[in-house]
C-alpha cells in the first residue's frame, strides 16, 4: 500500500534527523505538527548528500554523489523513489512547489567539496549559497506553506539564517576540516598561524547574518516561529562560545553544547518567545 510505503520514507527521513542532529531535532519538535515531517525529509535529503562527501572515504565519492543526484531527479519527475529518503524529499518538492534550481545549486556545492581545498571569495560565497542558503529557502517553503507573498518577504533573512549556521558549523569543525579533509572554507585565512584578527573578521560577518536573520524569524507565521528560533537560539548560544575562545584554541577542539546544556536553551528560547523577545 503506497500510503504505508509514504509513512515508512517520513520515519525513515526522521530517523536521520534524530541520530545525526540534537539541536535540529529540538527545533523541528516545536514548528506546528503538520510541518514535522516535510522538515524531517529535507534534512534527510541534505543529510545523505552531506554524508556522501565527508564520510565515505573508502569508496568513490564522485560516483555515489552522481548517483545520489541522479536519483533525486527521477524521483522528482516520477513522484516516487524505492530510495525512502528520497520518495519523502520529492514529495515535499513537489507539494510546496521548491524550485529545482534550489537544488542543482545544493548539488554543486557537494560537488564543490569533491574538488576544492581551498576557496576563494567568490568560491565561498557560492559555496555558501548551495550548502546553507538555499536550505533555508527549501525550508521557508514549507514555513510559508504556500503563501509565496510572504516566501518573498522572508527570502533573504531565510538565506542569511541558513549562512550564519553554516559559518558557525566552519568555525567550530575548523580543526576537523582542516586536519582530516584538507578543507579551508574561509577565503584568505592561513590556518597554520591562525589570528585572532582574522577570526574576529569571520565573526563580524556571523553576528550581521544573525542579526539579518532574527529580523525574518520575527515575521514567520505562528506554526514556524518557535522551532525556528530555537534552532537559531542554539546557534547564537554555540557561537558565543566559539567567539570567547582564542583563536589558537579554536584550532584545537571541537567546541559543542552537551545535551543537557540543550535542554535549558530550548527552555530559555521557550521562555523569550513567550515574552515576546525575540
Given at each position: 500500500?503506497?500510503?504505508?510505503?509514504?509513512?515508512?520514507?517520513?520515519?525513515?527521513?526522521?530517523?536521520?534527523?534524530?541520530?545525526?542532529?540534537?539541536?535540529?531535532?529540538?527545533?523541528?519538535?516545536?514548528?506546528?505538527?503538520?510541518?514535522?515531517?516535510?522538515?524531517?525529509?529535507?534534512?534527510?535529503?541534505?543529510?545523505?548528500?552531506?554524508?556522501?562527501?565527508?564520510?565515505?572515504?573508502?569508496?568513490?565519492?564522485?560516483?555515489?554523489?552522481?548517483?545520489?543526484?541522479?536519483?533525486?531527479?527521477?524521483?522528482?519527475?516520477?513522484?516516487?523513489?524505492?530510495?525512502?529518503?528520497?520518495?519523502?524529499?520529492?514529495?515535499?518538492?513537489?507539494?510546496?512547489?521548491?524550485?529545482?534550481?534550489?537544488?542543482?545549486?545544493?548539488?554543486?556545492?557537494?560537488?564543490?567539496?569533491?574538488?576544492?581545498?581551498?576557496?576563494?571569495?567568490?568560491?565561498?560565497?557560492?559555496?555558501?549559497?548551495?550548502?546553507?542558503?538555499?536550505?533555508?529557502?527549501?525550508?521557508?517553503?514549507?514555513?510559508?506553506?504556500?503563501?509565496?507573498?510572504?516566501?518573498?518577504?522572508?527570502?533573504?533573512?531565510?538565506?542569511?539564517?541558513?549562512?550564519?549556521?553554516?559559518?558557525?558549523?566552519?568555525?567550530?569543525?575548523?580543526?576537523?576540516?582542516y586536519e582530516v579533509l584538507g578543507r579551508t572554507y574561509f577565503?584568505?585565512?592561513?590556518?597554520?598561524?591562525?589570528?585572532?584578527?582574522?577570526?574576529?573578521?569571520?565573526?563580524?560577518?556571523?553576528?550581521?547574518?544573525?542579526?539579518?536573520?532574527?529580523?525574518?524569524?520575527?515575521?514567520?507565521?505562528?506554526?514556524?516561529?518557535?522551532?525556528?528560533?530555537?534552532?537559531?537560539?542554539?546557534?547564537?548560544?554555540?557561537?558565543?562560545?566559539?567567539?570567547?575562545?582564542?583563536?589558537?584554541?579554536?584550532?584545537?577542539?571541537?567546541?559543542?553544547?552537551?545535551?543537557?546544556?540543550?535542554?535549558?536553551?530550548?527552555?530559555?528560547?521557550?521562555?523569550?518567545?513567550?515574552?515576546?523577545?525575540?
Amino acid at each position: 500500500m503506497k500510503q504505508l510505503f509514504d509513512y515508512v520514507s517520513y520515519s525513515c527521513s526522521k530517523i536521520t534527523t534524530n541520530a545525526y542532529s540534537t539541536s535540529f531535532s529540538l527545533g523541528i519538535r516545536f514548528l506546528g505538527r503538520h510541518l514535522h515531517k516535510s522538515v524531517y525529509a529535507i534534512y534527510g535529503f541534505v543529510r545523505f548528500a552531506d554524508e556522501i562527501v565527508d564520510s565515505f572515504h573508502a569508496y568513490d565519492k564522485a560516483v555515489l554523489l552522481a548517483e545520489f543526484k541522479e536519483e533525486t531527479w527521477k524521483a522528482i519527475k516520477n513522484g516516487i523513489s524505492i530510495n525512502p529518503i528520497l520518495n519523502s524529499f520529492q514529495h515535499v518538492v513537489r507539494a510546496y512547489g521548491i524550485e529545482l534550481e534550489l537544488i542543482e545549486r545544493f548539488f554543486e556545492s557537494m560537488e564543490a567539496d569533491l574538488e576544492h581545498t581551498k576557496h576563494t571569495t567568490a568560491s565561498y560565497e557560492q559555496y555558501i549559497l548551495g550548502s546553507a542558503e538555499v536550505v533555508g529557502l527549501m525550508c521557508l517553503h514549507v514555513f510559508t506553506e504556500n503563501n509565496d507573498q510572504l516566501y518573498r518577504q522572508l527570502k533573504p533573512a531565510a538565506m542569511k539564517l541558513g549562512a550564519a549556521f553554516q559559518k558557525v558549523n566552519f568555525l567550530r569543525d575548523i580543526n576537523a576540516d582542516y586536519e582530516v579533509l584538507g578543507r579551508t572554507y574561509f577565503p584568505g585565512v592561513n590556518f597554520t598561524s591562525f589570528s585572532e584578527r582574522e577570526k574576529e573578521q569571520i565573526q563580524k560577518d556571523i553576528e550581521s547574518d544573525f542579526e539579518q536573520a532574527l529580523a525574518g524569524i520575527r515575521q514567520l507565521p505562528v506554526s514556524s516561529r518557535k522551532g525556528v528560533y530555537l534552532a537559531y537560539f542554539y546557534y547564537r548560544k554555540l557561537f558565543l562560545m566559539i567567539k570567547n575562545i582564542p583563536a589558537e584554541k579554536a584550532l584545537q577542539a571541537r567546541i559543542r553544547i552537551p545535551n543537557h546544556k540543550k535542554i535549558g536553551l530550548m527552555l530559555q528560547s521557550m521562555i523569550r518567545h513567550q515574552l515576546n523577545l525575540l
